[in-house]
């Protein structure tokens, strides 16, 4: 197993970053290996992440062709030894977490395979948008290993521990509606509409006030980890620091004037 130990000073091919005024596009660019995520790759995500642009206030994370990701490259780790096994793993680990408990919010536009390391990438971003051809799976199960990019920490708090055995046991494979069913993704849209639908998420995700990005991104996922005595005294902390900035202050007062949007469910129908 051939590692790189620092960061890149470019990013590898297979991986791009298009920065659209506040919102950017990370795509896996390596269809023809239906997007398995070599070291490199791996590495790139963790370039971008680490340093998002400054005008960049939300990300959508893509798949080129088909398939959004069919996880680990098996390449990998054919050849590696258990310690090599476990490094790797933690580098998985820091680049998922660094994702997760970044500055800026990521939604994943999915399709096609969203598999083993491929659903743990997914299982860091923050929304999830499926399209009719999605389909999730764990093959670990069936290759011998077990999840390695922190899966059997973020998926039971999305789907259960009972589902993720299931999955990692059987080899079962959900199709988009099960997914969705199970609480992988928040939006499942027609067959080819997954990055147009991120891509408006993204747009309203940026408009959020910095302090209220900071309390869901950083604080909301210790709080509903923390004691609930502890999370009650957190979450007064986090709220009121939020509603004590200005931006807050001039977001309540133009509605109370009447100059901001009601609540409102949307015209569009029941979103799924
Ligand atoms: C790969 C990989 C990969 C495809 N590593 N090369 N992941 C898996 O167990 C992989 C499961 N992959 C599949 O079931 C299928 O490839 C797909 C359903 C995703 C797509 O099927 P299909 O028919 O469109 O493509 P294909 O012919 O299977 O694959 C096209 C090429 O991609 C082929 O290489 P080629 O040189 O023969 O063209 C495949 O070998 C290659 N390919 N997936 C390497 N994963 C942090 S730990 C995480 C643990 C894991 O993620 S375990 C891996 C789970």
């Given amino acids: 197993m051939s590692e790189i130990p620092t960061?890149?000073?470019?990013?590898?091919?297979?991986?791009?970053?298009?920065?659209?005024?506040?919102?950017?596009?990370?795509?896996?660019?390596?269809?023809?290996?239906?997007?398995?995520?070599?070291?490199?790759?791996?590495?790139?995500?963790?370039?971008?992440?680490?340093?998002?642009?400054?005008?960049?206030?939300?990300?959508?994370?893509?798949?080129?062709?088909?398939?959004?990701?069919?996880?680990?490259?098996?390449?990998?780790?054919?050849?590696?030894?258990?310690?090599?096994?476990?490094?790797?793993?933690?580098?998985?680990?820091?680049?998922?977490?660094?994702?997760?408990?970044?500055?800026?919010?990521?939604?994943?536009?999915?399709?096609?395979?969203?598999?083993?390391?491929?659903?743990?990438?997914?299982?860091?971003?923050?929304?999830?948008?499926?399209?009719?051809?999605?389909?999730?799976?764990?093959?670990?199960g069936q290759r011998g290993i077990f999840v390695g990019g922190g899966g059997s920490v973020r998926l039971p708090r999305l789907i259960g521990v009972s589902r993720m055995t299931d999955l990692m046991l059987t080899g079962r494979v959900y199709d988009a509606q099960e997914g969705q069913d199970a609480g992988l993704s928040h939006y499942l849209v027609p067959a080819g509409q997954a990055l147009a639908k991120a891509l408006e998420l993204a747009e309203k995700v940026a408009a959020t006030a910095d302090l209220t990005t900071f309390a869901v991104l950083q604080a909301l996922p210790r709080i509903a980890e923390a004691s609930p005595d502890q999370g009650y005294l957190l979450e007064s902390l986090m709220s009121a620091v939020a509603q004590g900035s200005d931006e807050a202050k001039q977001r309540m007062r133009a509605f109370l004037d009447g100059r901001a949007a009601k609540v409102a469910v949307s015209t569009e129908g029941p979103q799924q």
């Fill in 7 to 140: 960061l890149p000073d470019a990013l590898p091919g297979t991986v791009s970053v298009e920065v659209r005024s506040q919102v950017a596009v990370v795509t896996l660019l390596r269809a023809d290996k239906r997007n398995a995520i070599d070291t490199a790759t791996l590495l790139g995500l963790e370039r971008i992440f680490r340093h998002p642009p400054a005008q960049v206030r939300a990300v959508v994370l893509a798949g080129d062709g088909a398939h959004f990701c069919a996880g680990l490259d098996l390449g990998s780790l054919s050849d590696a030894s258990v310690f090599e096994g476990v490094e790797h793993s933690r580098m998985w680990h820091r680049v998922m977490e660094v994702i997760q408990f970044g500055r800026v919010p990521v939604i994943c536009a999915l399709q096609g395979a969203v598999i083993g390391g491929g659903l743990e990438l997914a299982s860091a971003a923050h929304l999830r948008v499926a399209d009719a051809s999605t389909f999730y799976a764990l093959p670990e």
